[in-house]
């Protein structure tokens, strides 16, 4: 079945520094990549997403890549802000990767 | 609020019980999701419903089904309870394939 393989598992940086984290799938029929934000207690929410028919795709701070030949996807956060702080999961259609716990210290 | 409304919140229960959890969809989405989330498995995709029929299956044990009704809701329903089961569980909805949103989840406890 599906594997998603996500890193860094946890991500410090500075408030207004840049943050990426990196997914692979094995899938190759996988077209749609969602990324999900969850912060405490609540569940995830869905703060962008690509399609295997596009590259890029960006929605203000936050921009996603896609590469499918190579089968990875990325996420990059810029001018982090303390409330960027959560845990980030992407995922392959309904397969989410093990997460990555961003901090953004002030 | 996404819109996706989930009860109950807390659920506290034996082992070898039987549970039920049910879940609303966003007005107007016809695809319901649930999803196990414990510590050391992170988000475990269950199954899926569409429109009242099953649409997609993962790594949903024998012990647990699940059902979507006329009106759209869902429940999951889990028996044989094992401590091992204790988990979030969440349900989301999307109109079709894409974007899912997700209700605040039930924390369920097998002691």
């Known amino acids: 079945g599906e594997n998603v393989e996500q890193h860094p598992s946890t991500l410090s940086v500075q408030e207004g520094d840049s943050a990426v984290i990196k997914c692979t799938y094995s899938?190759?029929?996988?077209?749609?990549f969602p990324w999900y934000k969850q912060e405490l207690g609540k569940g995830p929410q869905l703060i962008i997403d690509?399609?295997?028919?596009?590259g890029e795709k960006k929605d203000q701070r936050i921009a996603v890549t896609l590469n499918k030949t190579a089968k990875h996807f990325s996420l990059h956060i810029t001018e982090t802000q303390p409330e960027d702080s959560a845990v980030y999961f992407c995922?392959?259609?309904?397969?989410f990767g093990a997460g990555t716990r961003l901090t953004v210290k002030p | 609020d996404s819109g996706v409304t989930q009860t109950p919140k807390h659920l506290i229960t034996a082992t070898g019980q039987r549970v039920t959890l049910r879940c609303s969809p966003r007005?107007?989405?016809?695809?319901v999701y649930w999803y196990q989330q414990s510590l050391d498995q992170g988000l475990q995709f269950l199954i899926q419903?569409?429109?009242?029929?099953?649409?997609a299956k993962g790594n949903i044990l024998e012990r647990f089904s699940a059902q979507q009704f006329p009106d759209l809701h869902s429940e999951l329903n889990l028996s044989s309870l094992e401590l091992g089961d204790s988990a979030l569980y969440f349900c989301?909805?999307?109109?079709?394939?894409?974007?899912?949103?997700f209700g605040p989840g039930t924390r369920l406890t097998v002691l």
């Open positions: 989301a909805s999307s109109v079709g394939a894409g974007g899912q949103f």
């Open positions: 899938d190759s029929a996988s077209n749609y």
């Open positions: 690509i399609r295997s028919n596009v």
């Open positions: 995922a392959a259609e309904v397969r």
């Open positions: 007005s107007g989405d016809l695809s």
């Open positions: 419903y569409y429109n009242g029929e099953e649409r």
